[in-house]
């Protein structure tokens, strides 16, 4: 029985010498266990064509427009929508206008899908998608498409309307309507237009003149130690940084001491200020507008 178990015992030693061994060698050689052996693929981006930028387009004003002749749709109407449709809706809105276009994937809330009627933030007759056209809706990331001519936005809005059969009747009070709101028949005056990398750097100079500003700010806020202007400031204001960002991107607050209050007191938090801010009294506030008009050129 002992001969066994001293067999057994041996055996085991062996097997556990095996796998240590087996152990070290993996990992010795791990680099090139977990090589990879497929090549991966290279893309070649020397020839990648970049997209034209926008031009210079100097605004101007459009012709008067007689709405009446854009009541009904035409042949003619409906295909130069498409037309439109197809460069500038297509990647959000989709082929069909179901609101499943590449570009609106990531969208949240999702593009409009132009087949269901429920739900429009305007209204989905006629009067409601030129509005919509002219002053977008920033609340579901559509833009305003007013650079458009207005023969352009009724070409769109008629194409826009072939993809249900359940979209109201155009009527004269709507087209009456709209001559009201827009002065269609005066002619529209169309933005200038520049090109995106120009916009682009007029962007980021102005936050880079902003960033400066706030900086100067600060060292300067950090200085004036016995201000009862900086006390203040710095007592009631959670993120420094971000008061001062708000007071520079907000043009108004410095005009009164009311206008200044009402400016603290609505998202003061998001604003970076403490809520103990509102509980300051008349004399505090006037002090704390006083030493950040002085203190903060716009």
């Known amino acids: 029985m002992k001969k066994y178990l001293r067999f057994y015992g041996i055996i085991y030693i062996l097997i556990l010498a095996l796998i240590i061994g087996l152990g070290m060698l993996y990992l010795n050689n791990i680099n090139t266990i977990t090589i990879n052996k497929i090549t991966p693929p290279v893309f070649n981006t020397i020839t990648v064509k970049q997209d034209d930028d926008l031009p210079y387009v100097k605004g101007s004003m459009t012709p008067p427009i ?24 297509l990647s959000c809105h989709g082929e069909d206008g179901k609101g499943d276009g590449i570009a609106g994937v990531t969208l949240n809330p999702k593009p409009r899908n132009f087949q269901i009627l429920e739900g429009w933030t305007n209204t989905p007759d006629f009067k409601g998608m030129y509005k919509t056209l002219q002053e977008g809706v920033t609340s579901r990331g559509m833009a305003s498409y007013s650079n458009l001519p207005p023969e352009d ?18 009527t004269d009070e709507e087209l009456t309507e709209l001559e009201t709101t827009y002065s269609l028949s005066k002619g529209l005056k169309t933005p200038n237009q520049i090109p995106v990398s120009v916009a682009e750097d007029k962007l980021i100079e102005k936050y880079k003149v902003i960033s400066d500003k706030i900086k100067n700010s600060l060292i300067s806020i950090n200085e004036n130690k016995n201000d009862k202007g900086a006390i203040l400031l710095k007592e009631n204001s959670g993120d420094l940084k971000k008061v001062l960002t708000s007071l520079y991107n907000y043009k108004n607050w410095n005009e009164s ?19 103990t801010v509102t509980q300051l009294n008349p004399d505090e506030w006037t002090v704390l507008f006083q030493y950040l008009k002085n203190s903060i050129t716009l």
């Open 66 to 89: 007689e709405i009446n002749k854009f009541a009904s749709s035409t042949p003619e109407l409906t295909a130069k929508g498409k037309g439109i449709y197809k460069t500038q809706c």
């Open 153 to 170: 936005r009724f070409a769109l809005i008629h194409y826009v309307r072939t993809f249900s059969d359940k979209y109201p009747k155009i």
């Open 257 to 275: 001491e009311n206008q200044f209050i009402s400016f603290v007191n609505n998202y003061t938090v998001q604003k970076g200020f403490k809520s």
